[in-house]
């Protein structure tokens, strides 16, 4: 794991953070059809817009989280917190990707397990540093 440098990790999770984030912003405006979204399971817009707020909030943790930890934003956060969420974020991209290779839309097992995965690795090494 730490063959992976600690700044193509952070910056990484920062950039595919971002674009995620754009993508739950494209879905609650109706770009993207919630419908290929959270397992195929959304039945309409009031879930969906509480769904992809929650995501939103959580990508963006996830951001500042990094962003602390690589130095790149000053906080007085304890190095053992932001570690900690780190380990976090590795369990819950973790069992994201097995609810997304259980996902009634195609689209989602398909484009989106291999992010999930990606991303709990990443975490992990960010938080090994």
Known sequence: MKRIPF???TN???IITGMVTLFHLCVMVGI????????GRLT????????EL????VNLVLAA???????KVRAKVPGKLVNMVLWVFVMLFALNSAGNLA???T???????????????LCARAAME
Request: hydrophobic share 60%.
């Open 12 to 14: 990484a999770i920062l």
């Open 103 to 105: 996902a009634k839309a």
């Open 32 to 39: 993207v059809p919630y419908n290929i979204v959270w397992g």
């Open 107 to 121: 689209l989602e097992t398909v484009i989106f397990t291999p992010v999930t995965i990606l991303l709990s690795l």
């Open 44 to 51: 309409d817009r009031n879930a969906m817009l509480l769904f």
């Open 65 to 71: 989280t990094v962003a602390i930890k690589a130095k």
């Open 7 to 9: 700044a193509f990790a």
């Open 54 to 57: 929650s995501s939103t909030i």
